[in-house]
Each structure stands twice: as structure tokens, then as C-alpha cells.
């Protein structure tokens, strides 16, 4: 069984441009979190989505940012007009369960995607 | 809002004594909690998960309490390698994560 696949592992885009980061969760998997990760600093939480439904997106910045989990194919996490700020490293992570009381497992995470922003 | 925290920025100890790793959290009443390690370039890696209505677990050396009066997980490292130098982060059921402890462990 497959881990966590993120890609690509390393991206560079030039200000003004698109990101787009994948995540294909592990098999059997149906809830899917994204993380940023500036050096030297922890996990953020950005959005928590199950198949083709956004639940918790608190973490996400209003704009410019994006995330989508489609019925088939990866999670896709999109960021137009790339700033230097964005400069981070991103991760998914997967668990067959949701976070709720009634229900407590662990996340698998991927290696993270690092994005430079020239 | 709530709100969690781990001690200190970094640990340094001696090969073979214990570490212990503090989690504290306000405002919040998690029904779980969990422990992770990452290595520096790679993603965190599972390694314990604590019920509130369980005071202790323990695997092989690793050792998590939990105290929802104090509001607080201890992790314990017993007999430390330097192979266990690493960052750890502590998370609620809601996949929020502390900033994490970098342990080092000196031969």
C-alpha cells in the first residue's frame, strides 16, 4: 500500500504565476488535510476536505488560495499569483476517518511539496 | 480562541537519559491527542495517540500521559539515542498542531 504521494517534491514559479500542488492520499483514504510549513516553524493548518467537499477551510488565506478533493483523481492545492511569500513548504496528509470524538485514528503525510517563488 | 503550546524551542540532552516533551493547551477540550516525529525535509511521522479518558500509553520507549485537569501531554523518551534527535509535535482530534520541540540527543 502506496504512502502518501505528494508532487512534485521541489516547484519553482515566478511571482505572478500558478502553483499547483497534488496530493494523492493513501488508498482507501477519504479525508485529506494541507499543511504549510515555513522553516524552522511548525505545521499550519489550511483546509481539512473529504471527497469532493470542503469542511474546514479557517486556515486558508481569502485569496489567492484554493483547494479541491474530486470524487476521482488527487487533491489538488492552487495558488494563483504566486508571491515570495509563498515560499513554503506544503503538506497533505490522509486518514480514512474524520477527527471526531467517536472516531480517533492517525495521518499518514506525504514528503511536502516545497515551493520557491522567485 | 484556543490555543496550544510545546515547551521551549529545543532540548538537549545526554544519550541514555529520559526526555520529556510538554504539550499544553487552552481553550479547548480535545477528545484525543496525538504525538509525532519529523526529520528535517520530510513529512511528520505517527507515533502515539492518547484518549482523554486514558491517563497513560506507553510503546517500546516511548511513553505519552495526558491530563485534561492540568490540560497538558507529557512525552517521555526513555533511554535516548542520538538516532531519536528530532522534531516532535503534539495534535488534537482537529489536526491542529503545536509548533513543536526539536530534541537533541548527544552521544
Known amino acids: 500500500n502506496a504512502g502518501v504521494m505528494q508532487n512534485p517534491r521541489h516547484l519553482v514559479r515566478r511571482r505572478g504565476q500558478e502553483a499547483r500542488l497534488r496530493c494523492s492520499p493513501m488508498k482507501g483514504h477519504s479525508h485529506v488535510y494541507w499543511y504549510r510549513q515555513l522553516p524552522e516553524e511548525g505545521l499550519k493548518f489550511m483546509v481539512y476536505?473529504?471527497?469532493?467537499?470542503?469542511?474546514?477551510e479557517s486556515g486558508m488565506p481569502k485569496e489567492r488560495f484554493s483547494a479541491e478533493f474530486p470524487k476521482e483523481g488527487p487533491s489538488i492545492l492552487r495558488i494563483q499569483q504566486v508571491v515570495r511569500g509563498d515560499s513554503a513548504a506544503y503538506f497533505c496528509?490522509?486518514?480514512?476517518?474524520?477527527?471526531?470524538?467517536?472516531?480517533?485514528?492517525?495521518?499518514?503525510f506525504g514528503q511536502g511539496t516545497r515551493l520557491t517563488v522567485v | 480562541s484556543q490555543k496550544i503550546e510545546q515547551n521551549s524551542e529545543a532540548l538537549n540532552i545526554q544519550e541514555g537519559k529520559t526526555a520529556t516533551l510538554t504539550c499544553n493547551y487552552t481553550?479547548?477540550?480535545?477528545?484525543?491527542l496525538q504525538w509525532y516525529r519529523q526529520d528535517p525535509g520530510r513529512g511528520p511521522v505517527f507515533l502515539l495517540l492518547i484518549r482523554e479518558n486514558e491517563k497513560e500509553k506507553r510503546k517500546e520507549r516511548l511513553k505519552v500521559t495526558f491530563d485534561t485537569t492540568l490540560k497538558q501531554s507529557l512525552f517521555h523518551i526513555t533511554a535516548s539515542q542520538p538516532a531519536d534527535s528530532a522534531t516532535y509535535l503534539c495534535?488534537?482530534?482537529?489536526?491542529?498542531f503545536g509548533a513543536g520541540t526539536r530534541l537533541t540527543v548527544k552521544p
Open positions: 476536505l473529504q471527497k469532493e467537499n470542503i469542511i474546514d
Open positions: 495534535a488534537f482530534n482537529d489536526m491542529r
Open positions: 496528509a490522509s486518514s480514512p476517518r474524520d477527527g471526531g470524538a467517536a472516531m480517533n485514528t492517525e495521518a499518514f
Open positions: 481553550n479547548y477540550s480535545p477528545a484525543y
